[in-house]
Structures are given as structure tokens and as C-alpha cells.
């Protein structure tokens, strides 16, 4: 849960204490890694997905009848980075799902449209846009590009009548 108990959700003690509560921080494997994201004038959705994301840790390996891997700290790690690179986009709530690689998926739908960014290991970002009339549009692109997820899911909240250039 984020809130007063954020710190210990994000990798920090229960006993940290902070001047600032809605920054929450999760710190990754080893000291070097930490990724922040300021809670703080957020769209609405992005409190919600930071608890679903923090709630997927929880998992261990063999979750599901795949042999499902727990949350990998990479995509963890880079699923924070995307939620704070999008926090002020008018998005409706996600899905936020764990995949049995040890991936994230944050799925929207919003005017008949859906979309789903797949976040892993890998150096990039998989997606899979399904516009209105059912058309499937799957691609990937660099996961440390703010601007490509921003078009991503500027494709599915306006309606500019044309395709998307991602």
C-alpha cells in the first residue's frame, strides 16, 4: 500500500522516515539501482498501479502452471521508471499483470480501444494495440523512451483520425 506505509513497499525499511511521504522509492538489488517516482500531482491511476505493481512482488518462482518467475527487478525497476514517465496522462486505470517470465503488463482500454505494454528484461518494450475495429497492431519499442510511451497511450486516449506513428 502506498501512503504511510510506502517505504517499506518500495525496498526501505518500516522504520525509514521521510520528509516528503508521497515520494515513494523503490530500491532495486544492489545499492547503485534505485528508481523514484514522486506520487505527488498524479493522475488518479497511477497510485492504483503502484500498489497493483508492489502487490506482484509477492510472487515466487512456480506461481502459476508454467512454472511462472517472480517479478523480475529489471522489469520492476523499469515498470516504475514508465509509471513516472506517464503519471500525468489522463489514463484510466491499468490492469497491471505479471506475466510468467517475470514481466509486467500494464493493459488500458479507453474508447474501444485496447492497449498493452509488456515490460521484461529485455532493452525494449513490447506492445499490442487493438483499435475500435478490432485491427491488432503489435510492435516494440525502446523501453527507455519516454516519448514512445507517451504516443503509445496518446493512440488510445485521443481520437486524431489518423494511425499512430509508433
Not at 489514463?91 to 515490460?119: C, F, M, T, Y
Request: one cysteine or more; proline letters at 7%.
Amino acid at each position: 500500500m502506498i501512503g504511510s506505509d510506502a517505504f517499506g513497499h518500495f525496498g526501505f525499511p518500516r522504520s525509514y522516515s521521510n520528509p516528503c511521504p508521497l515520494v515513494a522509492v523503490w530500491q532495486g538489488p544492489s545499492a547503485v539501482t534505485s528508481v523514484s517516482v514522486d506520487l505527488s500531482h498524479s493522475a488518479p491511476w497511477v497510485l492504483t498501479a503502484a500498489r497493483k505493481l508492489e502487490s506482484l512482488a509477492q510472487f515466487r518462482d512456480g506461481w502459476d502452471s508454467h512454472r511462472g518467475r517472480a517479478l523480475s527487478p529489471t522489469a520492476r525497476a523499469s515498470t516504475v521508471r514508465a509509471i513516472g514517465w506517464l503519471k500525468f496522462e489522463p489514463l484510466p486505470e491499468p490492469n497491471v499483470v505479471l506475466g510468467s517470465a517475470g514481466n509486467v503488463a500494464l493493459e488500458w482500454r479507453a474508447d474501444h480501444k485496447e492497449l498493452e505494454i509488456d515490460i521484461g528484461d529485455a532493452g525494449r518494450v513490447e506492445f499490442v494495440k487493438v483499435d475500435s475495429h478490432g485491427n491488432i497492431e503489435e510492435g516494440f519499442t525502446d523501453r527507455n523512451s519516454p516519448d514512445a510511451l507517451r504516443q503509445l497511450v496518446h493512440w488510445l486516449i485521443f481520437d486524431w483520425g489518423e494511425p499512430s506513428p509508433v
